[in-house]
């Protein structure tokens, strides 16, 4: 059984920095490309960011891109997601996820079926 356990998520001021990790027991990571999403109050779930299996290929929505960096480490199964120049508007519960075994690069929220259990995410003006 696959499972994904995150973690770092809390309350900063704008500007400050969090880092969230997830990490994936019951299944090798490192097969499979992973996502962050997001999910603020009465909003869609959307991705933040992406990583393919080896790390090699990103994506970033542009809310995000220049500020959030993804990263993994396979050898311990995690995935990486650092935040900066937080914003009062990446309030959110965030959500890692693992990609269908097909999926080279998941960019679309039904090429994952494995999820985290969300860390609350809140940057305070």
């Known amino acids: 059984q696959v499972q994904l356990l995150e973690s770092g998520g809390g309350l900063v001021q704008a500007g400050g920095s969090l880092g969230l990790s997830c990490t994936v027991s019951?299944?090798?990571?490192?097969?499979?490309?992973m996502g962050w999403f997001r999910q603020a109050p009465g909003k869609e779930r959307l991705l933040v960011a992406a990583?393919?299996?080896?790390?090699?290929?990103?994506y970033y929505a542009d809310a995000v891109k220049g500020r959030f960096t993804i990263s993994r480490d396979n050898a311990k199964n995690t995935v990486y997601l650092q935040m900066n120049s937080l914003k009062p508007e990446d309030t959110a519960v965030y959500y890692c996820?693992?990609?269908?075994?097909?999926?080279?690069?998941?960019?679309?929220?039904?090429?994952?079926?494995?999820w985290g259990q969300g860390t609350q995410v809140t940057v305070s003006s």
């Open positions: 990583i393919s299996r080896s790390g090699e290929d990103k």
């Open positions: 019951g299944r090798t990571s490192s097969r499979y490309s």
């Open positions: 996820a693992v990609a269908k075994a097909s999926i080279f690069f998941g960019l679309t929220l039904d090429e994952y079926n494995n």
